[in-house]
């Protein structure tokens, strides 16, 4: 189906950066509709309710939400050969064939996921904690192609196939196949910043998942096969939280050209830790810079508070990296400052944008102040 290679490059860990930006992942689910699968009810061709246990018993999202690192997400990243628009690769490459044969069905237990398994895995088990991202048939593995591309951003469109076990023991294995999960990415090339992500299970069809299950424990064991409808099972950042870092903001908005030539021509640009700053602001010896001091420290929201001030300390115009990601993250249409966006040359980067606009704005306070 697909005329892709799988990926060459070597295998790397894909753990959390905990200096990076985070972001809450929210699942929905709906069970389910029982009255779509074609034949089987309880008591009607042999079927028990212990076979449909693992079914009828799934009626939520295993974990409503969970909190990510932005850099988990790289997992997503095309290869360095899969660079252009349209390329597509492996993002979980199949290991089926004819020499392979199937997986067995005997199983309740999903193998120990590696590489980019671990985030796939992760974000499947959010629905129910007994995920296989390698299908037990074809097609199986996760593909991903580049959808969109600029100066700072990717946009990847996926597909995932995977399936779920539903029974454990004592009840025989129950196997949950919905027919694709697919969704989009979009993220910063430096995977420090993710603005958008969706994944889901199409709906749009009037059955989307095959369910197999055996009436014994044995791989010989018959078994029963029906089709039914699943009405949500669906992930997003739509109602996420991110959390800003001195370390988001210097990979991004403070390595841009336009950025930097602002700052050099009307800024003088610094950092300051809060720890050095109370420091300054208990110093008696000092009053001077205390007085500076605190005048930061009243303006300051944790995790990151960006300031523009006067020599005199007087802060002109501030807000917070919390703040700041949460409007960048947004569309234009769902901003109510839609010119804080600037999309002239198509899909461009709104962090540069919007934070141009903050230092703009707070040269503008600047000589309000200043009274010219």
């Given at each position: 189906m697909y005329s892709i290679s799988p990926p060459a490059e070597?295998?790397?860990?894909?753990?959390?950066?905990?200096?990076?930006?985070?972001?809450?992942?929210?699942?929905?689910?709906?069970?389910?509709v029982m009255e779509s699968m074609t034949k089987s009810k309880d008591g009607f061709l042999g079927v028990s309710h212990s076979?449909?246990?693992?079914?009828?018993?799934?009626?939520?999202?295993?974990?409503?939400?969970?909190?990510?690192?932005a850099s988990q997400f790289r997992a997503f990243l095309p290869p360095k050969n899969k660079l252009e628009v349209g390329e597509s690769w492996w993002l979980i490459p199949s290991e089926l064939?004819?020499?392979?044969?199937?997986?067995?069905?005997?199983?309740?237990?999903?193998?120990?996921?590696?590489?980019?398994?671990?985030?796939?895995?992760?974000?499947?088990?959010?629905f129910h904690p007994?995920?296989?991202?390698?299908?037990?048939?074809?097609?199986?593995g996760a593909v991903a192609c580049v959808r969109a591309i600029s100066n700072y951003y990717y946009d990847i469109v996926f597909r995932i196939?995977?399936?779920?076990?539903?029974?454990?023991?004592?009840?025989?294995?129950?196997?949950?196949?919905?027919?694709?999960?697919t969704g989009n990415i979009v993220l910063s090339r430096d995977s420090s910043h993710v603005r958008e992500f969706r994944l889901h299970v199409p709906n749009?069809?009037?059955?989307?998942?095959?369910?197999?299950?055996?009436?014994?424990?044995?791989?010989?064991s018959n078994m029963e096969v029906d089709i039914g409808y699943l009405p949500q099972v669906q992930q997003s950042f739509t109602?996420?939280?991110?959390?800003g870092s001195g370390r988001t903001l210097r990979e991004t908005v403070l390595e841009s050209s336009p950025v930097l030539a602002l700052l050099n021509q009307s800024f003088v640009s610094s950092w300051s830790l809060v720890k050095e700053l109370e420091e300054l602001q208990s110093n008696k010896e000092n009053p001077a810079h205390a007085q500076l001091a605190s005048l930061h420290l009243e303006k300051y929201n944790f995790p990151v508070e960006m300031m523009v001030c006067l020599p005199n300390g007087t802060v002109v115009h501030h807000i917070n990296a919390n703040y700041f990601l949460d409007m960048t993250s947004m569309r234009p249409e769902e901003s109510d400052k839609g010119n804080l966006f600037d999309f002239s040359a198509g899909f461009e980067d709104p962090s540069t944008a919007t934070y141009i606009r903050f230092l703009k704005e707070g040269l503008e306070k600047a000589q309000e102040y200043l009274g010219n």
């Open positions: 070597s295998e790397e860990e894909w753990g959390p950066d905990e200096n990076g930006e985070t972001l809450t992942v929210v699942a929905k689910f709906q069970p389910l076979s449909l246990s693992g079914l009828r018993d799934w009626k939520s999202p295993a974990s409503p939400s969970r909190v990510y690192s064939n004819i020499f392979t044969g199937y997986l067995a069905n005997n199983r309740y237990h999903p193998p120990a996921p590696r590489g980019k398994e671990v985030l796939i895995h992760s974000l499947l088990s959010m007994r995920p296989f991202v390698k299908t037990r048939f074809a097609p199986q196939h995977a399936e779920f076990q539903l029974n454990d023991v004592p009840d025989f294995p129950f196997w949950f196949s919905p027919g694709q999960f749009n069809r009037s059955l989307n998942v095959d369910m197999e299950w055996l009436y014994g424990a044995s791989e010989s109602e996420g939280i991110r959390t």
